[in-house]
T-cell receptor, first 112, second 112 residues
Framework: SQTIHQWPATLVQPVGSPLSLECTVEGTSNPNLYWYRQAAGRGLQLLFYSIGIDQISSEVPQNLSASRPQDRQFILSSKKLLLSDSGFYLC???????????FGNGTRLTVT | DQQVKQNSPSLSVQEGRISILNCDYTNSMFDYFLWYKKYPAEGPTFLISISSIKDKNEDGRFTVFLNKSAKHLSLHIVPSQPGDSAVYFCAVLGITGNQFYFGTGTSLTVIP
């Protein structure tokens, strides 16, 4: 069966510090990978998605970037965090065809 | 520009009664629709989906209805149980077939 791992679960970072959130998927190959953010009281905002290694699309221009160094690894980064980057970050995967997204347990990021 | 809208931020229902959650979308080209359930501090869990060739899909206590002409879908939960208390998100698959867009969520409370 497929599993998705996302870490860390919680993170408190000062403004201006860098960020690296990692996500890995097991039990499948060549998945579509996604990063979402849920800000307080808001819905799920699509940040990045990837249909293959080094194929990453950005939905919202902002302070964040994503990379996919391996088939089942997806990394969300920032060089300098802003207060507005606080939120609940979720990694997700899907198969290539029209099938549901499956989410990790999320990372609660607080920028102070 | 919000492509998927859930206009009711919250809903309270008595245990055993029917819960009806609603969702509207803007683009008639969308053809795959999903519902997710989310508990606090966890990732969303897939519940049920429907493609545009159908107008109803049923899975146990959960039924999703799709009205393409109105660009509206709904989730019916019957009978509602206290464990159903959570935030429910509807989602659509974007026209390129890779992006999933989510609504802002409806918080359901089932009262024992």
């Amino acid at each position: 069966s497929q599993t998705i791992h996302q870490w860390p679960a919680t993170l408190v970072q000062p403004v201006g510090s860098p960020l690296s959130l990692e996500c890995t998927v097991e039990g499948t190959s060549n998945p579509n990978l996604y990063w979402y953010r849920q800000a307080a009281g808001r819905g799920l905002q699509l940040l990045f998605y990837s249909i293959g290694i080094d194929q990453i699309s950005s939905e919202v221009p902002q302070n964040l970037s994503a990379s996919r160094p391996q088939d089942r690894q997806f990394i969300l980064s920032s060089k300098k965090l802003l207060l507005s980057d606080s939120g609940f970050y979720l990694c997700a995967w899907s198969r290539q065809a029209r099938t549901p997204l499956h989410f990790g347990n999320g990372t609660r990021l607080t920028v102070t | 520009d919000q492509q998927v809208k859930q206009n009711s931020p919250s809903l309270s229902v008595q245990e055993g009664r029917i819960s009806i959650l609603n969702c509207d979308y803007t683009n008639s080209m969308f053809d795959y629709f999903l519902w997710y359930k989310k508990y606090p501090a966890e990732g969303p869990t897939f519940l049920i989906s429907i493609s545009s060739i159908k107008d109803k899909n049923e899975d146990g206590r959960f039924t999703v209805f799709l009205n393409k002409s109105a660009k509206h879908l709904s989730l019916h939960i019957v009978p509602s149980q206290p464990g159903d208390s959570a935030v429910y998100f509807c989602a659509v698959l974007g026209i390129t077939g890779n992006q999933f867009y989510f609504g802002t969520g409806t918080s359901l409370t089932v009262i024992p």
